[in-house]
């Protein structure tokens, strides 16, 4: 029997991605769909005009697009076909289990109701475990450009759906926004029963990464790439297994780094740290999760063994309970061996 490509092997290992914003998962097309149907007005003519308007210089030149992007969501029908196009998408990638972010500020702050953005994405995600067979955990995310106020606020707007969701993150632009900023809400989040995590070290300092570990107790840094600027910050990570979700293409497109080939994904292995693939915001830069493996994979020289690694702690750092953990790791490492 031929060995499988890695290609081939990618595509079919089981696997979960654990930093995904749904409101990233946007494609034109769907875009123009929505904005007819809802009478929104988009500034592009065509789908090829708004791929080529995805060329970023920085995280805050892509916030700008993806903000303007979600501003045609406004019906349940919106975010439930939003988030149910995703899913369709990454079955075919073999995905068994997805961890959601959502941004309800971006749309309560346009006046649509917290209730009608969550109740379209967890009827789409209900659907999708029904259907597809892929599980999800649902995490909220706080804007840090916004006041800790404001997060509280939504706290308050998202109690009725507490069962709904597992953890709370932070993100948007993160220069000038640490992590300190939402010490007093994640401690309130944290009573309420909510799992956190944040997005720290994408652009901003590994102080901030500090800020999140010890200011707001996360269990899961998404991004965290500037750890490797403070050996002792790497040691605390490394040791207590904090998960970094990485996103490879997206620290491509918004310039975290250069070149793909000199992504630190073997220097932070070889650290101990525990690591994760994952896509951010795939319609916006080029490649859902098994697009970032590949890439990855070519670029760096990745083996099955080095690529079946990353998707076992894909569940372990999931905020799944233990026993599908292990089942799910037992169908990675059954994969491996007849593949
Ligand atoms: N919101 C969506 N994608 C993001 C990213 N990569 N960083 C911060 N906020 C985001
Ligand atoms: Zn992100």
Not at 82 to 98: E, G, I
Not at 116 to 145: C, N, P, Q, W
Not at 217 to 245: F, K, M, Y
Not at 260 to 266: H, T
């Amino acid at each position: 029997m031929a060995a499988t490509s890695i290609e081939k092997f990618i595509t079919g290992i089981p696997k979960a991605e654990l930093h995904l914003h749904i409101e990233g998962t946007f494609e034109p097309e769907l875009m123009f769909e929505i904005a007819k149907r809802n009478n929104k007005k988009i500034k592009y003519n065509s789908v090829e005009e708004v791929r080529e308007a995805y060329k970023f210089n920085n995280l805050q030149e892509f916030l700008d697009i993806y903000y303007a992007g979600a501003g045609v969501l406004l019906e349940e029908r919106d975010f439930y076909d939003l988030t149910y196009a995703y899913l369709k998408k990454v079955h075919s990638q073999n995905l068994k289990h997805t961890e959601v972010f959502f941004d309800p500020q971006t749309h309560t702050d346009r006046g649509i109701l917290f209730g009608t953005v969550i109740t379209g994405i967890h009827k789409a995600l209900e659907d999708g475990r029904t259907h597809l067979g892929i599980s999800y955990k649902l995490i909220m995310s706080f804007l840090r450009h916004l006041s800790e106020e404001e997060a509280f606020n939504t706290l308050e707007q998202a109690m009725p759906y507490k069962d709904w969701i597992t953890a709370v993150g932070l993100d948007s632009s993160e220069v000038g926004h640490p992590p300190s900023k939402f010490q007093r809400v994640y401690k309130k989040a944290a009573e309420l029963g909510f799992h956190t995590v944040a997005h720290a070290g994408e652009e901003g300092p590994s102080e901030y990464i500090w800020e999140a570990l010890r200011l707001l107790n996360v269990v899961r840094i998404d991004h965290g790439n500037r750890c490797l600027e403070d050996e002792q910050l790497v040691s605390e990570l490394a040791n207590r297994q904090i998960p970094l979700t990485l996103c490879p293409l997206s620290n491509l497109e918004l310039k975290v780094i250069s070149n793909l080939s000199d992504y630190p994904l073997r220097k932070m292995m070889g650290k101990g740290l525990l690591l994760t693939i994952n896509s951010d915001d795939p319609a916006y830069f080029g490649g859902y999760v098994n697009e970032n493996f590949l890439r990855l994979a070519e670029v760096l020289d990745l083996s099955k063994k080095d690529v079946c690694d990353l998707a076992k702690n894909s569940f372990r750092a999931s905020f799944l309970d233990e026993k599908t953990k292990i089942r799910l790791i037992e169908s990675v490492e059954e994969y491996y061996r007849n593949n």
